[in-house]
């Protein structure tokens, strides 16, 4: 139905970091503009018009607007998770920042225009024009997200290490009651979400991937009730700007919500497995609404 792969990068800082409140489109932002830089073979043509396109990673990530299926921009091949603090951070030199990546389909095969990417932008810093001279890193090592092998060792990729799971694959959860930390903002209009809700977005999400990037066969329907026993919300106000709405405010929220599950068909077991994988919410390409299982 469609394949998945994913790593964890591990970024050592050669200089002082400060991170803001938030830093994920900044990051993925000055990632796309090194991504470029790095393969572009033409920096005078329209992406649009190259006939190159079908094979560059940089127009599928962040030009390409028209999914292969219905009207909805296409969710990005490959997604990136940086961390998300919630408050302004300042690390010292050699301290080290997770980030996670998701591949899509077969696009696992650009891991190494995503280790140059990383470490063109790392050479120059991230907020370079606010922070001359200060947050420099490099691309230390990776970890596959599933087995925690070694994919990359600062000087080697061993794509033998990298797992590709078929989403038909991923583990059903099992269980009367089950804790889902959303480690990265969500920005629905609705939090915390209803169990019914977080199924129906999470199904949303892996109807619009198997159509982009697997097979578009048709994902079984869930069917599942349960209530919320506890919630633990943050509310956040991440200020970015939206290429398809020109908002330049995002209200969204972090948290712990507890759910009491009552009844839930095999569909619903597996979706909401897949919902610790590819996450849910309306931005899959910031990385918002992954989530997370605790205890």
């Known amino acids: 139905m469609l394949q998945l792969s994913k790593v964890t990068l591990n970024l050592e800082f050669t200089t002082p970091a400060v991170f803001p409140y938030w830093m994920g489109s900044t990051f993925r932002g000055g990632f796309g503009q090194n991504l470029r830089r790095a393969i572009c073979t033409d920096h005078n043509k329209d992406c649009l018009s190259c006939e190159l396109k079908d094979t560059c990673l940089f127009f599928y990530t962040y030009v390409k607007i028209e999914a292969?299926?219905?009207?909805?921009?296409?969710?990005?091949?490959?997604?990136?998770?940086?961390?998300?603090?919630?408050?302004?951070?300042?690390?010292?030199?050699?301290?080290?920042?997770?980030?996670?990546?998701?591949?899509?389909?077969?696009?696992?095969?650009?891991?190494?225009?995503?280790?140059?990417?990383?470490?063109?932008?790392?050479?120059?810093?991230?907020?370079?024009?606010?922070?001359?001279?200060?947050?420099r890193f490099y691309v230390k090592s990776i970890e596959c997200g599933f087995t925690d092998k070694n994919v990359y060792d600062g000087e080697t990729i061993y794509l033998r290490n990298l797992s590709l799971r078929d989403i038909e694959d991923v583990g059903r959860i099992t269980g009367e009651r089950i804790a889902v930390g959303f480690k990265t903002p969500f920005t629905g209009d609705e939090f915390p979400l209803s169990f019914e809700r977080l199924l129906f977005l999470i199904r949303s999400r892996v109807i619009r991937l198997v159509n982009e990037y697997g097979s578009g066969e048709t994902v079984p329907d869930v069917k599942g009730k349960g209530?919320?026993?506890?919630?633990?919300?943050?509310?956040?106000?991440l200020e970015r700007r939206s290429s398809r709405s020109n908002k330049r405010v995002f209200h969204s929220y972090t948290g712990i919500v507890e759910y009491e599950i009552k009844d839930m068909n095999d569909a619903a077991a597996w979706i909401l497995g897949l919902g610790f994988v590819v996450g849910c919410g309306p931005d899959a390409s910031f990385g918002c609404g992954f989530l997370k299982k605790l205890g």
């Open 68 to 135: 292969e299926r219905g009207y909805a921009p296409p969710i990005k091949p490959i997604i990136l998770i940086p961390a998300f603090f919630g408050r302004t951070m300042e690390i010292e030199e050699k301290a080290t920042l997770s980030v996670d990546v998701l591949f899509c389909g077969d696009f696992a095969k650009y891991l190494p225009h995503v280790i140059l990417g990383m470490n063109l932008l790392g050479k120059k810093g991230l907020y370079s024009q606010r922070y001359e001279g200060l947050n």
């Open 227 to 237: 209530r919320i026993l506890r919630c633990e919300k943050h509310y956040h106000r």
